[in-house]
Structure formats: C-alpha cells, structure tokens
C-alpha cells in the first residue's frame, strides 16, 4: 500500500464546497469519479483545506492509498483524467509520499487571498468582489496589522461551527494595489469556517471609515460573531497555496 497526494486547482464558482456532501456536486465528488472511471476501482480521498461554496484554489491538496507496483501509475494518468474532468477543475500532479503523510495534519501553513475591485469590470466579475467605495488603503494595512498580532479568532468563526478552539497563528496579513485590484493576503497556520471573509468584510468597514481601528480592535477582542461582517462573496476568495 503507497499514499499519494494530489495536488488540484479549481474554480468553485459551479460546486457547493471542497469536499464530499450529500446530493451535491463538490470538488472531491468529481475527482473521485475521475478517478473511479479512468482506474475502474474506487479511490477515496483525503482532503487538506476546505474551501466553502464558490471558492476557488490555485493549489489545494488531497492524499490516498492505493496499492501498486508502479508507482507512476498516476503521473501517467494526469492527461486521461483531465480529459475526463471539468474543465474547471484541473489535476497538476501526483506525489508519492511517506506512508503516514496526512495532507491536512502536516500542512504547515495556507495562504489565501480576497480580491477586490471597485470600477465596474466584466473580467473581474466571477473572481472578485465588486465594492464601489473609495478605500484608504493605509487605513486597511493599520487593521490587517492588528490581525497578525491575534491569536483568538472566536470573533471571525461562523456560528454552529464544531471546533476545538479558536487559535490561528497568522504569519502574514496585509493589503495590496495589484491594477485596478486591492487584495488582501493571509497566511497562517489554520482558518476557520468564514474567517477569511469575515476579516474582509470587517476591514473593509475600516477602510471606507465606518469603524475606526480603536472600533476594529474591540470587534476583535469581543469574541461576537454577530460583531463581524461575513457578506463578501464566497467567489472573490482564492486559496492560494498549501505549504508542507
């Protein structure tokens, strides 16, 4: 028995989610079918970093066993099962890894990003948020700094989430002008269900002078849910990266 990870790119905006659910087509269910029907045997996979409904990933990861001699018997395959694939969900390689390599424990870090916009753009449209206010981006890079010096995201964690806690170790945090784009760029060692929109959608309340950072500071410390906007769009965040 060898373990593999699989490294995949999508665009979620037609899925309702990374992984697995019941009468619902996500990421991991057509992979897995890809899989069922190129290797004509079932394939059940592991994933690294869910991603909600919408979102999409530049790289995300999921691991497997299976048992063979060959062990490039899935690097062959990369071409077939692309064919087979959407074609907005693409396979990039396959890993032959250690036989205890988890995708989702061993990762040490995950970056992400949440793309905004705010001058009327069909090119944007489907991987942005359209926000059409004027942003101070000094103000945002004064919040996002705040963020790196946080540990308890209770705060940015929807509700009815089973978790054991709420610690994140957030390594980068911060806005950037890329064109006619402001994103925002995170890396940590875990987020929680939300947490990347939540921030940004708080942020931005910052950036347009609805909260001021003394305002931000104690929406943080709060640990209320209710405190924090999760309105952005689901389709203007990116996964960007999976560190191992």
Not at 157 to 162: F, P, S
């Amino acid at each position: 028995m060898s373990r593999f990870f699989l490294e995949v790119a999508y665009k979620g905006t037609n899925y309702s989610g990374f992984q697995v659910q019941q009468n619902a087509i996500t990421i991991q269910s057509e992979l897995e079918k890809a899989l069922r029907v190129y290797f004509r045997t079932e394939i059940a996979l592991t994933g690294s970093s869910r991603t909600d409904a919408g979102v999409h990933a530049v790289q995300n990861f999921f691991h497997f066993d299976f048992v063979t001699d060959h062990p490039k018997i899935f690097e062959n395959s990369i071409y077939n099962l692309n064919a087979i694939l959407p074609g907005d969900i693409v396979v990039k390689r396959f890993i032959l890894a250690e036989d205890q390599a988890h995708s989702r424990f061993d990762a040490r870090h995950r970056i992400y990003q949440y793309v905004v916009y705010n001058k009327k753009d069909p090119f944007l449209a489907d991987r942005a948020y359209y926000y059409p206010y004027p942003l101070d981006l000094e103000k945002l890079n004064e919040a996002a700094g705040l963020i790196k010096d946080t540990t308890d995201f209770e705060t940015f964690c929807k509700k009815n989430v089973q978790v054991q806690h709420y610690i994140c170790h957030i390594h980068e945090s911060k806005w950037v002008k890329e064109g006619e784009t402001i994103v925002y760029l995170v890396k940590g060692n875990r987020f929680l269900r939300g947490m990347v929109r939540g921030l940004v959608g708080t942020m931005l309340k910052v950036g347009t002078g609805k909260l001021s950072l003394a305002e931000f500071s104690s929406i943080i410390i709060s640990k209320q849910a209710s405190k924090a906007d999760f309105s952005m769009p689901a389709h203007g965040l990116t996964l960007i990266e999976v560190g191992y």
